[in-house]
């Protein structure tokens, strides 16, 4: 079956059968295609469930809204947050030189890479919004090298499923299925509105995942991990935030 026909079906499928016999038989067709979110268990976890599957199935190549330079925010609004730890403004006092990215799991080439190793990958801009679940948004430009680019030099296996990352900041870290890691979007990021990406809106680097609200875009990062199964992380649901009652998949 070719995969637009069995697109089709799934989609029409899943439409089908949450309308006519609940939407437990939706949750059933959608963990037939793999569309289960990690968080899928506690009391949100039905609608979570069909929330992911029918995003992935409907809109998995679709792109963020890209803005013009004129929109740019004039006053960009960097949710507050101190430099993280001591280890942190080590860093920072050596002028990033010795941060790196590390990349590990399902690859076979692991990695560590500076900010400049980075630089030397395919450079991506985007004037894309950073939008917070508190209700709050604004729009800059961002600069970086996709995070396909980082995921081909450590040529990640077939297999994997989802890319982990992590913040120097101690309990923030997320992940993201591969339709999302390998998406043009996602972006490794470094600059920000034509400089350096400053340390408020997470310098030296951090993930940009325009698709999705503002808290998957974690600041500080400084690990990657390549998996094919979130339940080693944390408490097995993907990510922090579920774990605090917001959702592992945030599409927007
Ligand atoms: N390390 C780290 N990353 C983080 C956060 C944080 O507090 N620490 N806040 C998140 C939340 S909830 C949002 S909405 C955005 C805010 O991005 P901004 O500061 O650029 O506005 O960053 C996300 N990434
Ligand atoms: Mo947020």
């Excluded at 067709?29 to 992911?52: K, M, Q, V």
């Excluded at 029918?54 to 960009?76: D, G, M, V, Y």
């Excluded at 040529?155 to 997320?174: C, H, K, M, N, T």
């Amino acid at each position: 079956m070719s995969g637009i026909t069995r697109r089709r079906l799934v989609r029409g499928g899943l439409a089908a059968a949450a309308g006519a016999s609940g939407l437990a038989v939706a949750a059933r067709l959608a963990g037939r295609y793999g569309l289960i979110p990690p968080d899928h268990g506690g009391l949100y976890g039905l609608g979570e469930t069909l929330t992911y599957a029918s995003q992935r199935l409907l809109t998995s190549h679709s792109l963020a809204r890209e803005f013009a330079r004129s929109e740019i925010s004039k006053q960009p609004f960097p949710n507050p947050v101190a430099p993280p730890n001591e280890e942190f403004k080590r860093l920072a006092a050596g002028n990033f030189a010795e941060w790196r990215l590390t990349v590990s799991g399902m690859v076979a080439r692991p990695l560590s890479l500076s900010i400049a190793d980075l630089k030397r990958f395919r450079a991506s801009g985007q004037i894309t919004q950073v939008a917070c679940e508190e209700g709050w948004s604004y729009v800059a430009e961002w600069i970086g090298t996709p995070l396909v680019e980082v995921l081909h030099a450590a040529e990640i296996l077939p297999q994997a499923r989802y890319v982990v990352y992590f913040s120097i900041a101690r309990g923030w870290w997320d992940s993201i299925d591969m339709a999302d890691a390998l998406h043009p979007q996602t972006l490794v990021t470094y600059g920000m509105n034509g400089g350096d990406l400053p340390v408020n809106f997470g310098g030296p680097l951090r993930l940009r995942v325009p698709r999705q609200l503002g808290y998957k875009s974690v600041k500080y990062i400084t690990r990657l991990a390549v998996t094919d199964d979130l339940k080693r992380f944390g408490k097995g649901l993907g990510s922090a935030p579920p774990e605090g009652g917001y959702a592992w998949y945030a599409g927007i």
